[in-house]
C-alpha cells in the first residue's frame, strides 16, 4: 500500500530536550515536505527536499533541522525545542514533474512541548 | 506567488450541491489550480486539479473560467462525512517540481 509513515504519532517532551520525528514514503517519490498546522493558522511549510542531498527552507523554518540521505526517508529534528513549536505536524510526499500537484501526507504527529 | 482567496466556512444539508468558489487573481500562465481536502486531525487529501474549463472525478468538479482567476470546486450530493476543510491552491513551479501554498481554508459543515 502507497503511503507515508511518520513516528511517533503523539509526542509529549520538555523544553530544550532534541527530539527527531521520522518520516517515510514507499512511492519512490524525489520531492518530501514538513509542515505545521495550528489553530487559525493553517498550513505552513517548514522545509522541502526534492532529491537526496537536496534541502531547502519554507515559510517556517526556524528552530528546525532535516536531512535527506536516502529518498525514502526525511527527519524532521528540533534541536531545542521551545513551547512554540506545540504543534501538529506532517510530512508529504511527491512525484516529481510540472503540473503534478498530488500529494501524499502522513498522518501526523502531535507534539507538546512544555 | 499567486494567493487564493476563499470562504472561511460555509454550511450546507445532505443531498445538497454545495459550491465552493475561490479567487486567485495572480495565477501565472503555466500554474494549475488544485483542491484537497482535510479532516480533523489527519492529513490534507488531494481532490481534484485542473487548468482550465471543467474536470470532473468522482469525488467533485472543478470549474475554471477562461480568464482562469477563479475557480469553483462542486460537491454533489454532500453527506455528513464531507464536513472538513478544503482547501483551494494555486500550484508554484520549482524547476522540475510544483509546489504548493496552504492557506486556510472553508470550512464545510454539512447537516442531516
Redesign the interface.
Given at each position: 500500500e502507497a503511503q507515508v509513515t511518520q513516528n511517533p504519532r503523539y509526542l509529549i517532551t520538555v523544553t530544550g530536550k532534541k527530539l527527531t520525528v521520522t518520516c517515510s514514503q514507499n512511492m519512490n517519490h524525489e520531492y518530501m515536505s514538513w509542515y505545521r498546522q495550528d489553530p487559525g493558522l493553517g498550513l505552513r511549510q517548514i522545509y522541502y527536499s526534492m532529491n537526496v542531498e537536496v534541502t531547502d527552507k519554507g515559510d517556517v523554518p526556524e528552530g528546525y533541522k532535516v536531512s535527506r540521505k536516502e529518498k525514502r526517508n526525511f527527519p524532521l529534528i528540533l534541536e531545542s525545542p521551545s513551547p512554540n513549536q506545540t504543534s501538529l505536524y506532517f510530512c508529504a510526499s511527491q512525484r516529481a514533474g510540472l503540473g503534478s500537484y498530488e500529494q501524499y501526507f502522513g498522518p501526523g504527529t502531535r507534539l507538546t512541548v512544555t | 506567488l499567486a494567493k487564493t482567496t476563499q470562504p472561511i466556512s460555509m454550511d450546507s444539508y445532505e443531498g445538497q450541491e454545495v459550491n465552493i468558489t475561490c479567487s486567485h487573481n495572480n495565477i501565472a500562465t503555466?500554474d494549475?489550480i488544485?483542491w484537497y481536502q482535510q479532516f480533523p486531525?489527519?492529513?490534507?487529501?488531494?481532490i481534484i486539479?485542473g487548468?482550465k474549463t471543467k474536470v470532473t472525478n468522482e469525488v467533485a468538479s472543478l470549474f475554471i473560467p477562461a480568464d482562469r482567476k477563479s475557480s469553483t470546486l462542486s460537491l454533489p450530493r454532500v453527506s455528513l462525512s464531507d464536513t472538513a476543510v478544503y482547501?483551494c491552491?494555486v500550484?508554484d513551479?520549482?524547476?522540475?517540481?510544483?509546489?504548493?501554498?496552504?492557506?486556510?481554508?472553508t470550512m464545510l459543515l454539512v447537516s442531516p
Open positions: - | 503555466n494549475y488544485t486531525s489527519q492529513g490534507p487529501r488531494f486539479q487548468y482547501y491552491l500550484g513551479s520549482l524547476g522540475r517540481y510544483s509546489t504548493l501554498t496552504f492557506g486556510k481554508g
